[in-house]
């Protein structure tokens, strides 16, 4: 009886552990390194988005279909706002959107610009933004809102390396 009182709570729990699988990483010093570590030898698509960007919330949920769409598609989220934005304000738009169990870090230093140089000195803060990193680490960026077909043909290369 109390192995079956233990089941019951625990699958009433579930929903709750599984509701904060989009709780946003805390991108900050040494987050790129770490990002681009753990998806090494994988394609990879990192989409730089942000609350503050208009374009960027209305691409989130064309994101959300080609995820579906492409199960093979390894997809990080980076909320790069250029003031850090709560957690839960991230999390919940990721949610709306269909994305709220892809992986998601949002920029949590307010010196946003030193976060930006680590992921491209080059880069100058626009969004939405695309890196699209094969399995050697070669990126290619696509600034402003993603060409979803020039992204499944580049999945397409991929697949058949």
Avoid: Y
């Avoid at 960027?56 to 064309?62: D, I, S, W």
Wanted: proline share 8%.
């Amino acid at each position: 009886m109390r192995k079956a009182a233990i089941l019951a709570l625990l699958l009433a729990l579930a929903p709750l552990c599984n509701a904060h699988a989009a709780d946003p990483q805390p991108f900050e010093r040494g987050s790129w390194a770490k990002l681009r570590a753990a998806h090494e030898g994988q394609p990879t698509i990192v989409h730089l988005w942000g609350l503050t960007c208009a374009p960027c919330l209305t691409e989130l949920p064309e994101w959300a279909k080609l995820e579906k769409e492409r199960p093979d598609m390894r997809l990080v989220l980076l909320a790069a706002d250029p003031v850090p934005q709560p957690p839960a304000r991230v999390e919940e738009m990721l949610t709306r959107t269909g994305l709220g169990k892809t992986e998601s870090w949002s920029f949590a230093d307010r010196f946003n610009e030193r976060l930006r140089f680590e992921i491209d000195p080059a880069w100058s803060g626009e969004l939405p933004r695309t890196l699209m990193i094969d399995r050697e680490g070669k990126v290619t960026t696509l600034s402003g809102v993603a060409d979803l077909a020039e992204v499944k043909a580049w999945l397409d290369r991929q697949a058949k390396r």
